[in-house]
């Protein structure tokens, strides 16, 4: 069965440059969600997209952007990196209305700021 | 105080035992309960969702929820080394913009052979 993709798995930055990471919903599911889990941290919510559009935000920086496209891809867009933006970040998917009970989750990018 | 309170263990229990994993919360808002297993540099991956308060059993994972007492729990029976993961319980409150999510910070388990 076709998972959420993310890509990339790894990515190494320095501090103050900018990163762009993607995510690919499973087929047909109009939601997507990005999470940012350092390390020993549970994942703490930045964003939401429904239908392209923002439906929720959490704690994501200013620095922070993300947009979901037409083909509901998403990217979040990180500029002005710091070191503690090091962490996973994982994008999960749901099909509208199923999100209550969970969605599927990325693999991950691993985001290292150096 | 964090929504979602979980004992980040670690945990180590030999093969065959029962393992008990627990999180507390504070807002009675939360509907939803869900578990998640997270092994080392994946994803979460969703285990077993409930709505009411009650056991829901699944193979050898059984998900319990006491909403009186703000308490839900995850057994696993026959643990086995593969379920040495790090497990995360999650929360849900419906908002108009869709349902909002809280993690536990996770548990750290390890099955010894």
């Known amino acids: 069965a076709a998972g959420v993709i993310q890509s990339p798995r790894h990515l190494i930055k320095e501090k103050r440059e900018t990163a762009t990471l993607k995510c690919y919903p499973i087929?047909?599911?109009?939601?997507v969600y990005w999470y940012q889990q350092g390390p020993g941290q549970d994942p703490q919510f930045l964003i939401s997209?429904?239908?392209?559009?923002?439906?929720d935000k959490g704690s994501i920086p200013d620095r922070f952007s993300a947009q979901q496209f037409s083909d509901y891809h998403s990217e979040l867009n990180m500029s002005s990196l710091e070191l503690g933006d090091s962490a996973l970040y994982f994008c999960?998917?749901?099909?509208?209305?199923?999100?209550?009970?969970?969605?599927?989750f990325g693999s991950g990018t691993r985001l290292t700021v150096v | 105080q964090k929504e979602v309170e979980q004992d980040p263990g670690p945990l180590s229990v030999p093969e065959g035992a029962i393992v008990s994993l627990n999180c507390t919360y504070s807002?009675?808002?939360?509907?939803?309960f869900m578990w998640y297993r997270q092994y080392s540099r994946k994803g979460p991956e969703l285990l077993m969702y409930?709505?009411?308060?009650g056991n829901k059993e699944d193979g050898r994972f059984t998900a319990q929820v006491d909403k009186s007492s703000k308490y839900i729990s995850l057994f696993i029976r026959d643990s086995q080394p593969s379920d040495s993961a790090t497990y995360l319980c999650?929360?849900?409150?419906?908002?108009?913009?869709?349902?909002?999510?809280?993690f536990g910070t996770g548990t750290s388990l390890t099955v010894i052979p």
């Open positions: 807002n009675s808002a939360f509907q939803y």
């Open positions: 997209f429904y239908e392209k559009m923002q439906s």
């Open positions: 999960a998917s749901s099909p509208r209305g199923s999100g209550r009970f969970g969605y599927t």
């Open positions: 999650a929360m849900s409150v419906p908002r108009n913009t869709g349902n909002q999510f809280y």
């Open positions: 087929p047909r599911h109009d939601t």
């Open positions: 409930t709505y009411s308060s």
